[in-house]
């Protein structure tokens, strides 16, 4: 975990966009290593992390600390983002 993560968190709630990017260059090599490794294509999981944080960005106001690190559910909705992309390459 971050330290100070909280405090990050809740400049970023307010606003405070320096704070939000410290939690995502902290977080975003381990999402992009977990994303890479279970679609395998550089370019589509840059885009999905991409996506996935712009989301997080998007919906900060509605997070709220659930006991675990900022990124587990971001890792989680990742994974589901790259199942649905593994899943459209397959048809």
């Not at 290593?33 to 106001?61: C, G, P, T, Y």
């Amino acid at each position: 975990m971050l330290e100070d993560e909280n405090k990050l968190i809740k400049e970023a709630q307010k606003g405070e966009s320096e704070c939000f990017g410290r939690l995502y260059d902290h977080y975003i090599p381990q999402i992009y290593r977990f994303v890479l490794m279970k679609i395998n294509h550089r370019q589509e999981a840059e885009d999905l992390v991409h996506d996935v944080f712009l989301s997080a960005w998007q919906n900060l106001d509605s997070y709220s600390h659930q006991g675990f690190p900022f990124p587990v559910g971001y890792i989680r909705l990742t994974a589901t983002k790259s199942s649905i992309t593994i899943g459209s390459k397959s048809r």
